[in-house]
């Protein structure tokens, strides 16, 4: 799993050259309830702060395509049991929009409960969906479940029927 590791922080440090930006990128291996996950963490000691919005995105857009390349191509053609999640950090945006994302879930989870009426939440990215999804699970007399088409599909929270 190291050399996938390096392999990963190594294309993504390559991928970055290639727009012009020199950048040193660290692996890190990291354990949640979801499982393991590699973590490519970007260095933005060198990069500019326009640079880092930029990486970023609006709404964390460009972060999350970077991921979905980094994911798509270092999983090519690899059996579902040897594929890697990986995860791609730049000035502590994932680990706060995690945080963010639990807060969301805990809230709706309560509005949820507590009316008897289904909850929805807009504005979530797939993976984002995925991930109020996983928090939400273990939530005791509750479902969620998907509703709409993209760009407009909507995370509902309700009680279990």
């Known amino acids: 799993m190291t050399d996938r590791l390096q392999i990963g922080a190594q294309w993504l440090a390559s991928l970055l050259e290639f727009q012009g930006l020199s950048a040193k990128v660290s692996p890190q291996m990291a354990s949640d309830d979801s499982g393991d996950s590699c973590w490519l963490v970007i260095d933005e000691s060198s990069l500019a702060i326009d640079q880092v919005n930029h990486l970023i995105g609006d709404k964390g857009e460009v972060l999350d ?77 509750l479902e969620t479940f998907s509703r709409g088409k993209e760009p407009d599909r909507r995370l509902v929270v309700r009680q279990a029927e």
């Not at 579902?80 to 994302?101: C, D, F, H, S, W």
């Not at 979530?124 to 699970?137: D, G, I, N, P, Y």
């Open 65 to 141: 395509s970077i991921q979905y390349l980094v994911n798509t191509i270092l999983n090519l053609d690899k059996p579902q049991n040897e594929q890697l999640p990986y995860t791609v950090e730049l000035a502590g945006y994932r680990a706060k929009r995690i945080a963010e994302l639990r807060e969301i879930a805990a809230d709706a989870a309560e509005k949820a409960m507590s009316s008897g009426q289904e909850f929805e939440i807009s504005a979530l990215s797939s993976a984002e969906r995925r991930q109020v999804h996983h928090f939400l699970k273990d939530y005791e007399g």
